[in-house]
């Protein structure tokens, strides 16, 4: 079996919405959620002889790995980061930096993804905190060819939490930086878009349209192994 990593915080100190911690990059706060968690994958028996890839993202990005990893079967090794730690949270880049450690792999794509979380950040914060993940991935994989996707929308809006105006945002500030840093776009988005019946949730698309997504990751990522 693959392993599995799975980190969850259900603590008291989530009853407070607002921590300070040692500045990583720009952001020098930390929002916690109700539920945090961190999920990693590795292939059973890695190949030698095949590249590896890197998905990055939250549980959206882990619902269609499973897919992406069955389309690239043979061509690649495929792993898997998935948190729910946001962009200007300087968890993030502290727990990417601790997985390229203990993965010890040279990865050939990452294709990468952060957006629906950390809703307790605005967008400048969101943008202060953008580049700070890109210099990571750069800083550990500095021979990686990255692929940005962008924020799939939802199905229902959420006042307290994601809503389609503020994805829509994040992606726009998301998209101007990956442009300018010619970082190719997987247009997750406009995928979902198309389908706003694939839902299993007011968030998270159903198997068929995860389905339809992971071709799409998999046919740009196999374009740059």
């Given at each position: 079996?693959?392993?599995?990593?799975?980190?969850?915080?259900?603590?008291?100190?989530?009853?407070?919405?607002?921590?300070?911690?040692?500045?990583?990059?720009?952001?020098?706060?930390?929002?916690?959620?109700?539920?945090?968690?961190?999920?990693?994958?590795?292939?059973?028996?890695?190949?030698?002889?095949?590249?590896?890839?890197?998905?990055?993202?939250?549980?959206?990005?882990?619902?269609?790995?499973?897919?992406?990893?069955?389309?690239?079967?043979?061509?690649?090794?495929?792993?898997?980061?998935?948190?729910?730690?946001?962009?200007?949270?300087?968890?993030?880049?502290?727990?990417?930096?601790?997985?390229?450690?203990?993965?010890?792999?040279?990865?050939?794509?990452?294709?990468?993804?952060?957006?629906?979380?950390?809703?307790?950040?605005?967008?400048?914060?969101?943008?202060?905190?953008?580049?700070?993940l890109v210099r990571e991935l750069r800083r550990a994989q500095p021979a990686a060819k990255l692929i940005w996707a962008n924020t799939t929308p939802v199905?229902?809006?959420?006042?307290?939490?994601?809503?389609?105006?503020?994805?829509?945002?994040?992606?726009?500030?998301?998209?101007?930086?990956?442009?300018?840093?010619?970082?190719?776009?997987?247009?997750?988005?406009?995928?979902i878009h198309q389908h706003p019946d694939m839902y299993n949730d007011d968030?998270?698309?159903?198997?068929?349209?995860?389905?339809?997504?992971?071709?799409?990751?998999?046919?740009?990522?196999?374009?740059?192994?």
């Amino acid at each position: 079996m693959p392993r599995h990593f799975l980190r969850v915080l259900l603590s008291a100190f989530v009853l407070l919405p607002l921590f300070t911690v040692p500045a990583i990059g720009r952001s020098e706060r930390m929002v916690a959620e109700k539920i945090e968690w961190t999920w990693e994958v590795t292939p059973d028996h890695p190949q030698a002889d095949l590249p590896s890839v890197l998905l990055v993202g939250d549980s959206i990005t882990r619902n269609y790995y499973p897919a992406v990893a069955e389309d690239l079967a043979g061509k690649a090794n495929v792993y898997l980061f998935s948190s729910s730690i946001s962009i200007g949270d300087p968890r993030l880049v502290a727990e990417l930096k601790q997985f390229f450690v203990m993965e010890h792999t040279r990865f050939r794509v990452i294709h990468f993804n952060n957006g629906m979380h950390g809703w307790g950040f605005s967008e400048a914060e969101y943008k202060a905190g953008f580049p700070a993940l890109v210099r990571e991935l750069r800083r550990a994989q500095p021979a990686a060819k990255l692929i940005w996707a962008n924020t799939t929308p939802v199905r229902k809006d959420n006042p307290d939490g994601a809503t389609n105006a503020r994805v829509t945002a994040r992606n726009e500030i998301a998209d101007a930086i990956v442009k300018q840093d010619r970082i190719p776009l997987d247009d997750q988005y406009a995928v979902i878009h198309q389908h706003p019946d694939m839902y299993n949730d007011d968030v998270h698309p159903n198997e068929k349209a995860s389905a339809i997504q992971a071709r799409q990751a998999a046919d740009m990522i196999a374009k740059l192994l």
